[in-house]
């Protein structure tokens, strides 16, 4: 074994490799990267997997290889081909020219974040965002933080820890990254009090867990899945009814929070963020960078005093908002409130009507020109954990290959990456989520990965 580490070439050797010598990178960072793959070998024979190092040569292509990998890293562009408008894998909303502008702007000067300039002394950052969140939907006052799970973290640990609040069992949800409900609670401090079944959850067995222990009552919206059949569950205009008899907050977990009635669109039936607040909702959250189309963040609504507490709470600080999403948000909202929701991408994908996306697709289909495809209408999903039941109309490129696995991997290595459905041994390109401006880019990324006759 001696023998094995002494056959370990030396820093210094490594580095003097051809290969190792145009490297335009610090050279800490590639010393440190190098020791890290030398520490790997040295591992590696004391576990008995190698006999001897590799040669200084072949360790140095491979360091080499890790550092424009490491140094390359980052996003990658991809077009959205899956027929699913909120992508949450993809980063969900694409944003407004005018939400990028604003977040230029905020990045590229100071601001006025926590200033205030009339008065010449410390301002809040909220005050930039509040009031046309208040004026959008209609809420009595507003706080933005990072995320929705910050939102409802933030909720629960400020109004309800210590004290119970009492939630339908088919309400536990689970949403990505195994973020749940239960583990929410129990973080937040707040003691979670299960109530109802699983498909069937009356007002009277929110009434029957109230007690002086109880802090909230709450509801959450399902996201993700669906519960039907023989079920049965209390709307937040019962709830608010409860809560004001005991006087106890009623909070509304929305989720995706879709902004206006979507019915026009083929996507009823969905809460809606001002039906809510008008049902009697004391307070309640969504995510900004769903249906709404602008950045990440966690919007919360609500009574003034609640939220008031919220803002002050030790939590708030380490879920705040940054001036980029206050600045995009911001412009986003500005839209919506202006009626311009063909400007914010993800209202206008699920509101355009279908002979639009039909158009792309004819468009995508005479530029690619691969033999056998054809225009087929689809169905589309609003995706994000919006509307789990609902699809609306939409259409794509549909082309049949025995290869459609390996075809889908090549075009995820295509840059930018496109994404894709197969289905059948067919590949679909639904048109739904890919703008105009990027049909012509995919049409050559197809035709270059099948190739014209494929």
Not at 371 to 398: M, Q
Request: glycine share 8%; hydrophobic share 45%.
């Amino acid at each position: 074994m001696n023998e094995a580490y002494r056959s370990i070439p030396k820093v210094d050797v490594v580095l003097k490799e051809p290969v190792m010598q145009g490297l335009p990178y610090d050279e800490q960072i590639v010393k440190r990267l190098l020791r890290d793959k030398l520490d790997m070998i040295r591992f590696s024979i004391s576990a008995g997997r190698i006999a001897k190092s590799p040669t200084a040569s072949e360790i140095a292509r491979e360091v080499a290889s890790e550092v424009r990998d490491v140094m390359e890293s980052g996003l990658v562009r991809v077009i959205n081909a899956a027929g699913v408008v909120v992508f949450t894998n993809l980063g969900r909303a694409p944003l407004a020219q005018e939400a990028i502008e604003a977040a230029t702007d905020a990045a590229r000067s100071y601001s006025d974040l926590e200033y205030n300039l009339s008065e010449g002394r410390r301002g809040s950052r909220q005050d930039h965002i509040r009031p046309i969140t208040r004026a959008c939907f209609g809420a009595e006052d507003a706080l933005v933080v990072n995320n929705n799970a910050a939102a409802v973290m933030l909720v629960l640990a400020s109004l309800a820890r210590g004290r119970e609040v009492i939630v339908s069992r088919g309400e536990l949800v689970e949403i990505g990254g195994s973020f749940r409900m239960p583990d929410v609670m129990a973080l937040s401090g707040a003691l979670m009090r299960e109530v109802g079944t699983t498909n069937k959850t009356r007002v009277g067995d929110y009434r029957d867990a109230i007690s002086s222990s109880t802090g909230l009552i709450m509801k959450v919206h399902r996201s993700n899945f669906s519960v039907v059949g023989f079920t049965d569950e209390v709307s937040i205009e019962e709830l608010a009814a409860l809560g004001r008899e005991f006087g106890i907050p009623v909070f509304v977990d929305m989720g995706s929070g879709v902004p206006f009635d979507l019915t026009a669109s083929g996507i009823p039936g969905e809460w809606t963020v001002p039906s809510c607040l008008q049902q009697g909702a004391d307070v309640l959250c969504f995510s900004g960078d769903k249906v709404l189309g602008g950045p990440q963040a966690g919007i919360v609504l609500g009574r003034a005093d609640l939220v008031e507490t919220m803002a002050r709470h030790p939590l708030h600080r380490a879920v705040r908002v940054d001036k980029f999403t206050i600045a995009s948000l911001g412009a986003t909202l500005k839209l919506l409130a202006q009626g311009r929701i063909d400007r914010i991408p993800v209202l206008n994908m699920i509101t355009e009507p279908a002979g639009d996306v039909k158009k792309r697709a004819q468009k995508l289909m005479r530029l690619m020109k691969v033999r056998g495809a054809r225009v087929v209408s689809t169905r589309a999903v609003i995706g994000g954990g919006s509307a789990p039941t609902k699809s609306f109309d939409s259409y794509g490129v549909l082309i049949r290959s025995p290869r459609a696995t390996e075809i889908h991997a090549n075009l995820r290595s295509c840059r930018p990456a496109v994404l894709c459905r197969i289905e059948n041994d067919s590949l679909i390109f639904d048109l739904k989520a890919v703008d105009l401006q990027e049909v012509a880019v995919l049409a050559r990324k197809i035709s270059e990965v099948m190739g014209h006759g494929d």
